[in-house]
């Protein structure tokens, strides 16, 4: 039997056999404004519940911000969590250079935000025992790193750091509004266990968000399309009857 952890989306467990595998590496990923950071949220809350800390990296806002959000979408106190070490947040953006510089500054660069993204993970997880970790997002990271090999060797890395710490994490990924794939740089999704994809879809005038399990190992999973609702208790999906 294959360990599984819940989700924390309503009515998902039962389409992946139980919920994500124990220690693997998913991908969510969609669009702007698809329910990413509300999949993770409640991903990181349905942990707290089972007292499995959590540990949220963001790469690309603020941890004010972020939390706003996050009890702004479900009245979660976080603050409470965070002081009884069940959540922890932490912003790493990489620092753009204000003018052109060389191959090999913007190199080191490269290496000296890899370097500190693992550093803070390791530090992240250890510091609250984390059992659930969040990188939001992997986009960023493969916009800063432009080479296609080292963005996978770096990403590879980060991957394989996460399993061997045990922890059972979630990358998301932002789609362009142009593109039908299933991330920014086109790599993240090969090395991962398991691809969620959200999306709006146009429906009677309004436009609905639906769920799409796009590859999930060791799971036989539901191939169909679930419409999801964002409500204060977190994301739930819609029994179509």
């Known amino acids: 039997m294959v360990e599984r952890i819940a989700t924390g989306v309503a009515g998902l467990d039962s389409k992946l056999q139980g919920g994500f595998f124990k220690t693997s590496v998913n991908l969510v990923t969609g669009k702007t404004g698809t329910g990413k950071s509300a999949f993770c949220a409640s991903f990181l809350y349905a942990g707290v519940q089972k007292k499995e800390?959590?540990?949220y990296l963001t790469t690309e806002e603020r941890e004010e911000d972020i939390k706003a959000d996050i009890e702004s979408m479900f009245g979660w106190d976080l603050a409470a969590l965070e002081q009884r070490k069940l959540l922890k947040f932490l912003s790493i953006k990489p620092v753009f250079p204000g003018k052109r510089i060389s191959t090999d500054e913007m190199n080191r660069l490269i290496k000296l935000y890899v370097y500190d993204i693992a550093e803070k993970l390791d530090q992240g997880i250890r510091a609250v025992k984390a059992r659930r970790v969040v990188i939001d997002s992997v986009s960023l990271i493969e916009m800063f790193i432009k080479d296609e090999y080292l963005s996978?060797?770096?990403?590879m890395h980060l991957v394989e750091k996460l399993k061997n710490m045990g922890v059972t994490a979630i990358f998301t990924g932002t789609v362009?509004?142009?593109?039908?794939?299933l991330s920014?740089?086109?790599i993240i999704e090969y090395l991962v266990d398991g691809v969620i994809k959200l999306d709006f879809v146009p429906v009677a005038e309004e436009f609905k968000r639906t769920l799409t399990i796009r590859k999930m190992r060791r799971t036989d999973h539901s191939v169909?399309?679930?419409p999801f609702d964002i409500g204060k208790a977190g994301l739930r999906l819609v029994e179509i009857k």
């Not at 362009?176 to 794939?181: A, Q, R, V």
Request: hydrophobic share 25%; no cysteine.
């Open 224 to 226: 169909l399309i679930h």
């Open 184 to 186: 920014g740089g086109g």
């Open 176 to 181: 362009p509004e142009t593109s039908e794939g």
């Open 152 to 155: 996978r060797t770096v990403l």
């Open 53 to 55: 800390p959590g540990f």
